[in-house]
Nanobody, 130 residues
Framework: QVQLMESGGGSVQAGGSLRLSCEGS????????IGWFRQVPGKEREGVAS????????FYADSVKGRFTISQDNAVNTVYLEMDSLKPEDTGMYYC???????????????????????WGQGTQVTVSS
């Protein structure tokens, strides 16, 4: 049974930093996508960053480029989202999600589409005050 557990959320002032963790269990596939998404009540879910574990390719939303960094530690089956220079508009519930096994150069170049993420964590709240 695939499980994803997020941690690391909290409340910070604008300009501060947080590091979110997504610890996975229950799977052995080696090439897949892990994505971070955020949800604000009344707004559509937004993909923030993702990583294709097959080659380490990373992808970012324009709104977070240069401020957020996604990385993986295969030894502990964990993907991190380092968030720096946080802004009030970064506030939201952050979820990590995993695709099923994916392979090929397509994913190295483009990552996974949102509908390919089929396993989701429970979320961790991030609140950035001005």
């Amino acid at each position: 049974q695939v499980q994803l557990m997020e941690s690391g959320g909290g409340s910070v002032q604008a300009g501060g930093s947080l590091r979110l963790s997504c610890e996975g269990s229950g799977y052995t596939d080696r090439s897949y996508c892990i994505g971070w998404f955020r949800q604000v009540p009344g707004k559509e879910r937004e993909g923030v960053a993702s990583i294709y574990t097959g080659g380490g390719s990373t992808f970012y939303a324009d709104s977070v480029k240069g401020r957020f960094t996604i990385s993986q530690d295969n030894a502990v089956n964990t993907v991190y989202l380092e968030m720096d220079s946080l802004k009030p508009e970064d506030t939201g519930m952050y979820y990590c999600a995993k695709s099923s096994a994916r392979g090929g150069s397509y994913y190295l170049e483009r990552g996974c589409a949102e509908h390919e993420y089929i396993y989701w964590g429970q979320g961790t709240q991030v609140t950035v005050s001005s």
